[in-house]
């Protein structure tokens, strides 16, 4: 099945997942589908390894935590964003360093504070490597963090292999 990606979100420069200028990080880009769920995409680098050739389990987990997290950007019309409670995860499958990587969040129950997602980390074969869940504090992003937004480059950032439609 095709869906349209509606949006794209924020990056920054320093953050170790989104940052774009941070040479160790895992330089992520989130994209909103028309269903709904974000998808995240990278492509890990020797830096990223546990066993060598794979995504080491931690970095699985931060990227599962911040896809979902991010999902709350999606489903809010104002800029609410999820601060993680708790977590949880199952590793099935290793990740190889060499090729992108593609995460899959959504919401799956919410209330006026809190809310639950799940995500998944997708192989290029369809199958599911890794699987995450937790449970979120609904805030304004201004409320987590006091960082200065322009200086730290919070925008959304085009660049051209974004897609317009992903398979799901």
């Excluded at 953050?15 to 895992?26: A, H, I, K, R, T």
């Amino acid at each position: 099945m095709k869906l349209k990606v509606t949006g794209k979100q924020p990056n920054s420069k320093s953050c170790f997942v989104c940052g774009l200028e941070n040479g160790y990080g895992l330089n992520s880009r989130f994209y909103e589908l028309e269903n709904g769920e974000i998808m995240a995409r990278f492509s890990p680098s020797d830096e990223h390894q546990g066993y060598p050739g794979r995504l080491h389990g931690g970095l699985a987990a931060t990227i599962l935590d911040e896809t979902i997290a991010r999902a709350m950007m999606n489903h809010e019309e104002s800029a609410v964003w999820g601060v993680t409670v708790e977590f949880s995860m199952k590793l099935r499958k290793p990740v190889p360093l060499d090729r992108e990587v593609i995460v899959i969040a959504r919401i799956t129950e919410e209330n006026r504070r809190t809310f639950h997602g799940t995500g998944e980390i997708v192989l290029d074969d369809g199958s599911v490597a890794v699987e995450g869940s937790g449970r979120y504090l609904k805030m304004a992003l201004p409320k987590i963090t006091d960082f200065d937004f322009d200086g730290e480059g919070w925008q959304v950032v085009e660049q051209e292999d974004d897609p317009v439609e992903v398979d799901r």
